[in-house]
């Protein structure tokens, strides 16, 4: 259990230090456009800590063993523990570090709707839409969710890629062919 929240906490940490780097950067505020070009590498974060976990897994409990199965499991419990402290972080970011961002992000994708001249009406009703899903607790809930989601889906490569059965040469090796007669 230690090795699944040890990494899952350095992939929220990270994605943390991330965030406040852009937050510090003026691209959740100021610059929104390219701070969401930026956060792509919480994607980079999200695959190496999985598969740095898998492998650790696979090399120091498994002995060089791991089954698909096994190497699933333990990257959807990386990434779990990961989305959990991802969520405590985000609670604190979206109501005391940066209050302001839901508006920010609201405004943001309001200018690009007008520059993409869409009708006031559609504008209306999206911006509503966007208000509602842009409160500290929906969006705290659904990047938990989120997280998960893309967790089980970097999982299930990962685990591929990861599984290993041991080295097969060398049982076979000790075992005697059977007798043919």
């Not at 003026?26 to 190496?48: F, Q, R, S």
């Not at 696979?58 to 969520?87: D, H, P, Q």
Request: hydrophobic letters at 50%; proline letters at 4%.
């Amino acid at each position: 259990m230690k090795l699944y929240v040890t990494y899952g906490f350095f992939m929220a940490l990270a994605g943390a230090v991330l965030t406040l780097a852009l937050f510090a950067l003026g691209y959740h505020t100021d610059n929104i456009a390219a701070g969401e070009k930026w956060a792509y590498l919480g994607i980079v974060i999200a695959v190496a800590g999985t598969a740095l976990g898998m492998r650790e897994w696979r090399n120091e409990v498994g002995k060089g063993i791991m089954s698909y199965g096994r190497g699933l499991g333990t990257g959807i419990l990386i990434c779990v523990w990961s989305a959990l402290f991802t969520a405590i972080f985000n609670a604190i970011y979206f109501t005391v570090i940066n209050p302001g961002y839901s508006e920010a992000m609201v405004q943001y994708k309001l200018t690009e709707m007008q520059q993409k001249n869409m009708p006031p009406q559609a504008m209306e009703q999206a911006e509503h839409i966007m208000r509602l899903f842009m409160k500290s607790p929906v969006l705290v809930i659904m990047g938990f969710i989120m997280t998960v989601i893309f967790g089980v889906v970097i999982s299930l490569i990962l685990a591929a890629i990861f599984k290993s059965e041991g080295n097969q040469s060398t049982a076979s090796a000790a075992t005697p062919p059977p007798v043919q007669s």
